[in-house]
T-cell receptor, first 113, second 113 residues
Framework: SQQGEEDPQALSIQEGENATMNCSYK?????LQWYRQNSGRGLVHLIL?????REKHSGRLRVTLDTSKKSSSLLITASRAADTASYFC?????????????FGTGTKLQVIP | DAGVIQSPRHEVTEMGQEVTLRCKPI?????LFWYRQTMMRGLELLIY????????DSGMPEDRFSAKMPNASFSTLKIQPSEPRDSAVYFC???????????FGDGTRLSIL
């Protein structure tokens, strides 16, 4: 199956609530990146976490990485209607050379005002 | 700073016609990626370049697809002849280094009738 699979596929929450999305992957990684995609637009990079890091924060975003479980989570706190978008994880392999970056299937988040 | 620029934003053409999608990466970036996004298959990497040299084209679906990067500031993705199943949103992205975040253009929405 595909490297980098997000869970859940879709999530609907009320404004002000927290949203948590998960990403699982299969191979050893150099880093893992989270992206957001608004409807009709390209992906926008949000945050990068390296394999030797366990947690990283950026504003209302918190990312965790568990390399033993090959999983990562993205937490958006105090969600806003503007956070409505699809969120993707991308894994950068650790094998060096030209191993390609792989994007997951995405989580579609809807924040209801 | 200008981001990744793709043209055209929308393209509607008839089956059998040649389609050329264009991309201008961010100045100084040494990696360029072409992706295709559909509801059924998600985001697929078609081909990527490093310093204008194609590195991995294993994602190119058929010989009808070809990509070039004649210089560091321009790339094209060509489909000839086009088929209805090629209808999708095509994204170009660039990065400074394989492991670094990718910067996406806003895509070309391609419809083959």
């Amino acid at each position: 199956s595909q490297q980098g699979e997000e869970d859940p596929q879709a999530l609907s929450i009320q404004e002000g609530e927290n949203a948590t999305m998960n990403c699982s992957y299969k191979t050893s990684i150099n880093n893992l990146q989270w992206y957001r995609q608004n409807s009709g637009r390209g992906l926008v990079h949000l945050i990068l976490i390296r394999s030797n890091e366990r947690e990283k924060h950026s504003g209302r975003l918190r990312v965790t990485l568990d390399t033993s479980k090959k999983s990562s989570s993205l937490l958006i706190t105090a969600s806003r209607a503007a956070d409505t978008a699809s969120y993707f994880c991308a894994t950068v392999p650790n094998s060096g050379g030209y191993q390609k970056v792989t994007f997951g299937t995405g989580t579609k988040l809807q924040v209801i005002p | 700073d200008a981001g990744v620029i793709q043209s055209p934003r929308h393209e509607v053409t008839e089956m059998g016609q040649e389609v050329t999608l264009r991309c201008k990466p961010i100045s100084g970036h040494d990696y360029l990626f072409w992706y295709r996004q559909t509801m059924m298959r998600g985001l697929e990497l078609l081909i990527y370049f490093n310093n204008n040299v194609p590195i991995d084209d294993s994602g190119m679906p058929e010989d009808r697809f070809s990509a070039k990067m004649p210089n560091a500031s321009f790339s094209t993705l060509k489909i000839q002849p086009s088929e209805p199943r090629d209808s999708a949103v095509y994204f170009c992205a660039s990065s400074w280094g394989r492991e670094q975040p990718q910067h996406f253009g806003d895509g070309t929405r391609l419809s083959i009738l």
